[in-house]
């Protein structure tokens, strides 16, 4: 099940999911609206008849006007896109991309234009009129105006939307509201005193009671985007067998690499190994569902580009480090999952290849401190968020993950800043850690 939530959710995310139902929804209202007109005999009067369109003329020239223009501001909207587009791929990274498609408002946008297009073109072939026939859709004609005002309103809107779509700053706050969003679902448990599940297990004990050894070997190339760990628990369960894994959801895999070891006392079938296989989504890109790197490394890439010398805008940067520093504080409070999975009657099944704190906080800051090397700014905002988080952390290691990042951003700062002010003032803010 939650591998076809994985599926949905990822097609939910695809650009032509939300155009593709309205325009099979405008053909569908197309054909009822006119099937409606038919059943009833329509005649308008009083203020009616300033809406309802009587004259079969009349009504072709409202729909040919109402479908051109559709089709025209389509392709505006379709260019103003492609320039956003590239816009954001040159000045915040083309992995970006994906982040402005999947905005619903561009997909709505898109899609109504569209649609509205084909909707006028079924109802102007509905259009009859003979020596002894004459059919106009009225309703259906009302609703085609309706739909051409709404479209008016929606193109404001959009245009509103895409220019700030592209700002730096809203990008980085639209990555950190998806990332805040994510790691409550991937690290709900906060800290506490309890041993994490799993720590006290004799591993290599456990190992050391299956007589067989399996490798599982990766069936294509591309990166492992997701891991049904519930499912391949339940299947250790049912084969009395422990699977060790090599990798996690993030990683690119070769075709033929060992992804993981079976330990087993019995014999091993191919459908078994098939079974254990479909628990493994690989893919040709990375996916942020349970990769929270990918997104870490959008912010990333966004900051990165900020302080090459093409551009040199620190304060993008810094922008960056602020939202980064807000999720590592939040990380630094919780339970990261334990790499030993049990089955309900606490039986190690699976070893996962999972995240750490310190793996998260090199990944959010490794690269930001490089790039900073010479900017004062920068670094020395790097280190008062490296205060902060040290100062939230729950435990030794998180800590000193935190110290060692503290020293690497001194040392950079030691190396490159020139102005004897600059270094003092990033040495008063490093003196609140304990860097000893």
């Not at 790691?183 to 309890?194: H, R, S």
């Not at 339940?234 to 690499?257: C, H, K, Q, W």
Request: charged fraction near 20%; glycine fraction near 4%.
């Amino acid at each position: 099940m939650k591998k076809l939530l994985f599926f949905w959710n990822e097609l939910k995310a695809t650009f032509w999911l939300v155009p593709v139902l309205i325009i099979v929804l405008s053909i569908l209202l197309a054909i009822g609206f006119v099937y409606l007109d038919q059943l009833i005999a329509f005649s308008p009067e009083g203020p009616g008849r300033f809406f309802f369109v009587d004259n079969v003329d009349s009504a072709r020239n409202i729909l040919s006007i109402i479908s051109g223009a559709m089709i025209g501001v389509a392709g505006t909207v379709f260019s103003v896109t492609l320039v956003a587009l590239t816009l954001a791929s040159s000045q915040l990274g083309p992995r970006l991309i994906k982040n402005f498609m999947y905005v619903r408002l561009n997909q709505v946008v898109l899609g109504a234009y569209v649609s509205t297009f084909l909707y006028c073109l079924i109802v102007l072939n509905s259009l009859q009129e003979n020596d002894d026939f004459v059919f106009i859709p009225s309703l259906a004609i009302l609703l085609a105006i309706i739909a051409a005002i709404a479209n008016i309103v929606l193109l404001i809107i959009f245009i509103h939307q895409i220019s700030i779509s592209i700002q730096a700053d809203k990008v980085i706050s639209d990555i950190s509201s998806f990332i805040s969003k994510k790691i409550k679902v991937l690290f709900p448990e906060k800290m506490d005193d309890e041993e994490e599940p799993g720590n006290n297990l004799p591993v290599e004990n456990i190992k050391s009671e299956y007589d067989t050894i399996v490798e599982v070997k990766s069936p294509r190339h591309g990166y492992m985007q997701y891991v049904d760990n519930d499912s391949l628990i339940d299947l250790m369960t049912r084969y009395d067998a422990l699977f060790e894994m090599s990798y996690r959801p993030g990683d690119y895999i070769v075709n033929d690499i060992v992804i993981g070891k079976l330990y087993t006392n019995n014999n091993v079938e191919e459908d078994q190994i098939e079974k254990i296989l479909f628990q493994f989504v690989i893919g040709n890109t990375k996916t942020a569902q349970q990769d929270l790197e990918f997104s870490i490394h959008q912010m990333v890439e966004i900051a990165g580009r900020a302080l090459s010398p093409g551009m040199n805008d620190p304060f993008t940067a810094i922008a960056c480090i602020d939202n980064l520093t807000a999720t590592m504080c939040y990380l630094a409070q919780v339970r990261f999952p334990s790499k030993y999975l049990v089955d309900d009657q606490k039986e190690l099944r699976l070893i996962a290849d999972t995240l750490d704190f310190e793996g998260v906080l090199d990944a959010a800051f490794n690269q930001i401190r490089q790039f900073s090397a010479g900017n004062a700014a920068v670094i020395i905002r790097l280190m008062e968020v490296l205060v902060i988080i040290h100062e939230v952390a729950k435990k030794d290691s998180y800590k000193k993950a935190v110290i060692k990042h503290a020293k690497m951003t001194l040392n950079i700062g030691k190396a490159s800043i020139k102005e004897k002010n600059d270094l003092e003032d990033l040495i008063e803010r490093s003196n609140k850690i304990d860097l000893e």
